[in-house]
């Protein structure tokens, strides 16, 4: 009985959880020579092009090379992430202008094919939760 009011809610609870621990996995897998960034977070705030706030799950970024930034987005639901979330990231990226960008997909349960497609043509790190 319990467990039925409280399965719904699970995935609500464990988002949060599971963006600390992408960000966790940035950190364990950092290499200064490939993402040099100092400072790893999340970050919300207005964007004039659609007059909305915006959420990143994660940004990175040095406080010393203000040419090279980290963005991700975590999701943890019972269905693959799509192209549109990586589409989205890109768009909200463009917020900050950095000349080098690296992406990162983090999923409870995979990429669909075609976000697989646009990840390769970007060059987009894609993240199974099974994997970290």
């Known amino acids: 009985m319990a467990w039925q009011g409280i399965e719904p809610k699970l995935n609500n609870f464990l988002g949060p959880a599971f963006e600390k621990l992408s960000q966790d996995y940035l950190w364990e897998h950092y290499d200064i020579e490939k993402m040099p960034f100092t400072k790893l977070g999340n970050w919300w705030g207005p964007d004039s092009r659609t007059h909305r706030q915006v959420e990143l799950d994660i940004l990175g970024f040095s406080t010393e090379d203000s040419s090279f930034a980290v963005f991700g987005e975590c999701k943890w639901r019972n269905e693959k992430i799509s192209r549109q979330i990586l589409e989205k990231l890109i768009f909200n990226s463009a917020l ?30 894609l993240i199974v939760f099974e994997e970290m």
């Not at 080098?100 to 990429?111: A, P, Q, W």
């Not at 976000?115 to 790190?125: E, I, P, R, T």
């Open 96 to 125: 900050f202008n950095y000349p080098k960008k690296e992406y990162y997909l983090f999923s409870k349960t995979g990429f669909t094919d075609e976000c697989q497609k646009l990840a390769k043509d970007v060059g987009c790190h």
